[in-house]
């Protein structure tokens, strides 16, 4: 099958790290099997610096029509002081906004060869292959009244307000248990139905959809703060968790932190099936930035690029035997003692970027 990429470089060290995925992508070409057609467009301040936009209509239009979006990273000093509407940032947001991207997806890996270099009991991360589902565009972020009140007594009000629709619930369920019939078949939904009325609806809407012809996957219900305490005890006891936009924001980041550095943390965003083509629309990116600190020197880890494609892969594509193939290349890399500076201990033979991504290449 033919494949449509748009491949958005961004800032600082996104060109570099998206050097090295092209590479697996010309690979892949190679293989005879799929086919991918690349495109590049600018993002952030490249875009700002070509055609004074955070993205270019013509590049949101490429972003709309095609299968995946690689996204590397936006922003860094060059333009801390341009407007706020056309900022680095608003590009990457506009890519969210347009393409309704209501599902996040942070995965939580541990490979083997990092177990030992964690702080953590090795028994507790050790192969540990975990799934954070987050809705991402709507709850107590966006939900309205949203202000502060002046109550007149010298006191004020800070006010947000959680809000969920069945359809927002609905969707984000079908998303994790579609996502978890290509993993370990395990979804558990978290919300605080104790305390919340949305929690209450939230777990309703899970549980009838799960009965609509999702059976096939196991489902689960925890509280989110007692969840918060079982990911930090016993982590492998999850495969897919799907929580909220609040909940999931700290969630995610408890969970990534279980695993490792900055640099080697992907993640997706994905928007509803087309009724046509039952395909998501879907941008993938590595969680870390720009690292305006490291552009340019070549010390720049590709991992969290490169495992952000494989998602693409497993994820947008249904190419489980590749999406698995690249993540084990990665893993036999760590393997044999290669790191780059961010993943280094003491002692170890720090190599490049580009000499990371063709080891990876090269597994
Ligand atoms: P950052 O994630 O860019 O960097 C934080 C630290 O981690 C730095 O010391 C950096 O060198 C290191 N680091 C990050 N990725 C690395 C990698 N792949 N390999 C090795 N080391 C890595 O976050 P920071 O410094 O707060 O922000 C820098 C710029 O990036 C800012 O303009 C910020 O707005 C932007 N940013 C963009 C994001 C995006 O495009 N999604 C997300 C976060 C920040
Ligand atoms: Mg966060």
């Not at 467009?41 to 610096?49: E, F, H, K, P, Q």
Request: net charge negative; glycine share 10%.
């Amino acid at each position: 099958a033919t494949h449509k990429l748009l491949l958005l470089p961004g800032d600082g060290i996104g060109p570099e790290i998206m050097v090295e995925v092209k590479k697996i992508i010309a690979w892949l070409n190679t293989q005879g099997k799929e086919t991918f057609e690349t495109d590049e467009g600018l993002v952030g301040g490249a875009a700002y610096d070509a055609h004074g936009q955070a993205i270019s209509e013509e590049d949101m239009a490429k972003a709309m029509d095609a299968d995946a979006v690689i996204f590397g990273a936006v922003g860094g000093p060059k333009w801390d002081a341009v407007p706020y509407e056309v900022r680095p940032e608003a590009g990457l947001l506009r890519l969210r906004k347009d393409m309704e991207l209501f599902a996040n997806l942070r995965p939580a890996i541990c490979y083997p060869a990092l177990a030992d270099a964690s702080s953590l009991r090795k028994d507790v991360i050790e192969g540990l292959d975990i799934l954070i589902v987050r809705e991402l565009t709507g709850g107590v972020y966006f939900g309205e009244p949203k202000e502060i009140k002046d109550l007149g007594n010298g006191q004020k009000r800070g006010i947000d307000t959680q809000v969920y629709d069945t359809y927002e619930i609905e969707r984000i369920a079908k998303a994790a248990f579609e996502l978890a019939r290509t993993r370990g078949g395990r979804v558990t939904s978290m919300e605080k139905r104790n305390v919340m009325k949305s929690g209450v609806l939230w777990n309703e809407v899970v549980t009838q959809t799960h009965k609509a012809g999702y059976e096939d996957v196991q489902l689960d219900h925890m509280l989110a703060d007692a969840g918060g305490m079982q990911l930090v005890r016993w982590p492998k006891q999850f495969d897919v968790i799907v929580t909220d936009n609040l909940f999931g924001d700290m969630l995610s980041d408890v969970a990534a932190m279980l695993t490792g550095s900055l640099g080697m943390l992907p993640s997706a965003s994905l928007g509803a099936p087309d009724p046509k083509t039952g395909r998501r629309k879907a941008m993938y990116e590595p969680v870390h930035g720009s690292a305006p600190d490291i552009a340019g020197t070549g010390a720049a880890n590709p991992i969290a690029m490169i495992a952000s494609f494989a998602m693409a892969l497993r994820y947008s594509f249904e190419l489980v035997a590749e999406a698995d193939l690249v993540e084990k290349a990665i893993a036999n890399t760590l393997d044999k003692g290669l790191r780059t500076r961010d993943i280094s201990a003491e002692g170890d033979t720090v190599i490049s970027t580009a000499e990371m991504g063709d080891a990876i290449l090269a597994e």
